[in-house]
């Protein structure tokens, strides 16, 4: 079957065809929490409103551009179970790949992890992703939560993300207007699910 993974699921790419994502460019970012679980915050009169959970991954959001030279972020949004953003790859140099929290490179046991291509926008993502599960975890054991930790089988984000390749300025200013206004069209958004309102 093509495009399947293990002969089971469908698993075929949305990347564009030929483009180097660890190249120079502004991409547009949608992450999505696993099951699209409402627990990075609510809306409330057209305004985002951060849960505990929804701080931690804000703190971890904005810290993967503080250790990535080469990551610079245009515009944001949290949403109550996504986040929008416009990412630009700017490289200059060459800077090592930096981890999150008590994210690793390596398995246990020394073998290496699928490789992504360092400085790259699958690169930062898996960085982000670990980063956050590593922060909620910390969370949930100083508050004594009694729900399940977050780990390689049960993510905190799906396991996969959208990226649009951003190739204009009309492009550009049309994304950044439709995150800038997320919170205030929540209502209408494809992520809302009323069963968890």
Same mark, same amino acid.
């Given at each position: 079957m093509s495009? !399947?993974?293990?002969?089971?699921? =469908?698993s075929e790419s949305h990347r564009f065809p030929g483009w180097n994502y660890a190249g120079n460019g502004m991409y547009y970012l @949608?992450?999505? @929490?696993q099951?699209?679980?409402c627990n990075l915050g609510h809306i409330a009169d057209a305004k985002m409103y951060l849960s505990d959970f #929804?701080?931690?991954?804000? @703190?971890e959001w904005l810290k993967s551009f503080d250790i990535r030279e080469e990551l610079i972020l245009d515009e944001y949004q949290i949403m /109550?179970?996504?986040?929008?953003?416009?990412? $630009?790859?700017?490289? =200059? #140099?060459?800077? /090592?790949?930096? @981890?999150?929290?008590r994210a690793y490179l390596q398995d246990i046991d020394g073998r290496a992890y699928l490789q992504r291509l360092p $400085?790259?926008? !699958?690169?930062?993502? #898996? #960085?982000? $992703?670990a980063g956050v599960n590593s922060k909620i975890d910390d969370f949930?054991?100083?508050?004594?939560? =009694?729900? /399940?930790?977050?780990? $390689?089988?049960n993510h905190f984000f799906q396991h996969n993300y959208?990226?649009?390749v951003i190739r204009n300025r009309e492009e550009y200013l049309k994304i950044k207007n439709y995150i800038i206004q997320n919170p205030k069209n929540w209502d209408k958004d494809e992520f809302n699910n009323p069963q968890d309102d």
């Open positions: 495009g !399947s993974f293990c002969n089971k699921y =469908r @949608t992450l999505v @929490t099951d699209r679980d #929804g701080e931690i991954v804000n @703190t /109550p179970n996504h986040i929008h953003a416009i990412v $630009k790859i700017s490289k =200059r #140099g060459n800077w /090592p790949v930096d @981890t999150h929290g $400085k790259s926008i !699958s690169s930062f993502i #898996g #960085g982000f $992703k949930i054991d100083e508050k004594h939560l =009694r729900i /399940p930790k977050y780990n $390689k089988n959208h990226d649009h």
